[in-house]
């Protein structure tokens, strides 16, 4: 089965740093580009990053570049976002998903939970 | 990159046909052809319903259809059926080489 699992959400302080990863299993995880979406609470999605399937980012206009990184290791079939500097706005639930052969996001995960807050 | 705009919200009944726009610019929306469309129940992650304008994955029925003129993109959904109720976001490929999502529509069946 096609799955995305991620963790490492939780409870950090404005100012506080977090790494969220995404375990994926069931297809060829080297094979394909990943990106990381989030959502605010009652609000709408909120594209984070892209990933090249050779570990390479090309983010370089994304809004939140400069403060949140986004990295894989193929090996360990794993995707990561290392989020720096995290603000009250930040919340949110953040998701990973795997870009399919064609242009769209074909599989998501279930989602972490990040709140920033003190 | 400013979020594309789509209707807070459309309604239906049953069987009807509904559309939802999402507008954006050259930049987006009217200079490529990688509109995608999700489906998000509540509570739920979203789903893919239709990828590159107007195609559909395997197990998405075939009353869910896209399209693209200019810079607005359109989702229709014939034959509406109550589980269809849940928000919709497109997305779309800029010029700046990221993506950016619509604003979302709730969809209602009445």
């Known amino acids: 089965e096609v799955q995305l699992v991620e963790s490492g959400g939780g409870l950090v302080q404005p100012g506080g740093s977090l790494r969220l990863s995404c375990a994926a299993s069931?297809?060829?995880?080297?094979?394909?580009?990943m990106s990381w979406v989030r959502q605010a609470p009652g609000k709408g999605l909120e594209w984070v990053a892209k990933?090249?399937?050779?570990?390479?980012?090309?983010n370089d206009a994304a809004p939140l570049k400069g403060r949140f990184t986004i990295s894989r290791d193929n090996p360990k079939n794993s995707l990561y976002l290392q989020m720096n500097s995290l603000r009250a706005e930040d919340t949110a639930v953040y998701y990973c998903?795997?870009?399919?052969?064609?242009?769209?996001?074909?599989?998501w995960g279930q989602g972490t939970t990040v709140t920033v807050s003190s | 990159q400013s979020a594309l705009t789509q209707p807070a919200s459309v309604s239906g009944s049953p069987g009807q046909s509904i559309t939802i726009s999402c507008t954006g610019t050259?930049?987006?929306?009217?200079?490529?052809?990688?509109v995608s469309w999700y489906q998000q129940h509540p509570g739920k992650a979203p789903k893919l319903m239709i990828y590159?304008?107007?195609d559909r994955p395997s197990g998405v029925p075939d009353r869910f259809s896209g399209s693209k003129s200019g810079n607005t993109a359109s989702l229709t959904i014939s034959g509406l059926q109550a589980e269809d109720e849940a928000d919709y976001y497109c997305?779309?490929?800029?010029?700046?080489?990221?993506?950016?999502f619509g604003t979302g529509t709730k969809v209602t069946v009445l």
């Open positions: 590159e304008v107007s």
């Open positions: 050259s930049s987006d929306i009217g200079g490529y052809n990688y």
């Open positions: 990933i090249k399937p050779d570990g390479s980012d090309e």
């Open positions: 998903a795997r870009w399919g052969v064609r242009a769209g996001l074909d599989v």
């Open positions: 069931g297809f060829i995880f080297s094979n394909f580009w």
């Open positions: 997305c779309s490929y800029t010029n700046s080489n990221i993506y950016v």
